[in-house]
């Protein structure tokens, strides 16, 4: 369920970069959401079909092409922030799982481009800024 007309009221924190489990078709990382003083952990994932129209090379199924991590990544933060603050809550002692379903590509094309996921972001992102906090991996804390 997705929030309308939010204001930037969270601070979301990618933690680790998008893996491919064996034998599994999605690619998972997890997320830190810290609202109102709250902080909530969350698991993140992406179908493996829909993780096919981002940017980049993904050789065999290999997570290493930086621009498709990049693009993961900032998919993630835009579904995070729009998500409710129950979505986030755990039941029953396990972690949440959050869904992170891509748009297509405009146009019709198959592929988007690392320049198209990065405007998509900032607009979906307008309240937030958005940084590289650590080596490959990104946050959204709003603006001042």
């Known amino acids: 369920m997705s929030r309308i007309g939010f ?3 969270r601070t979301i924190t990618m933690e680790r970069e998008f893996f491919r489990p064996p034998d599994v078709p999605v690619r998972r990382s997890s997320a830190r959401i810290e609202i109102f003083g709250h902080t909530y952990h969350v698991e993140v994932e992406i179908d493996g079909d829909d ?3 981002l940017p980049g090379v993904d050789p065999h199924g290999k997570d290493a092409d930086p621009d498709r991590q990049k693009a993961r990544q900032w998919m993630a933060l835009c579904e995070l922030s729009q998500r409710l603050t129950r979505d ?3 039941r029953s002692g396990v972690l949440p799982k959050v869904d992170v379903s891509m748009p297509k590509p405009h146009g019709g ?4 481009t690392i320049e198209e996921v990065r405007d998509y972001m ?3 992102l307008a309240g937030y800024h958005i940084k590289e906090w650590s080596l490959g991996l990104w946050q959204a804390k709003p603006r001042d």
Not at 109 to 112: A, G, K, M, Q, S
């Open 122 to 124: 900032s607009q979906k």
């Open 7 to 9: 204001n930037a009221d």
């Open 88 to 90: 986030f809550e755990k």
């Open 109 to 112: 094309r198959l592929n988007w």
């Open 51 to 53: 993780d096919l129209c």
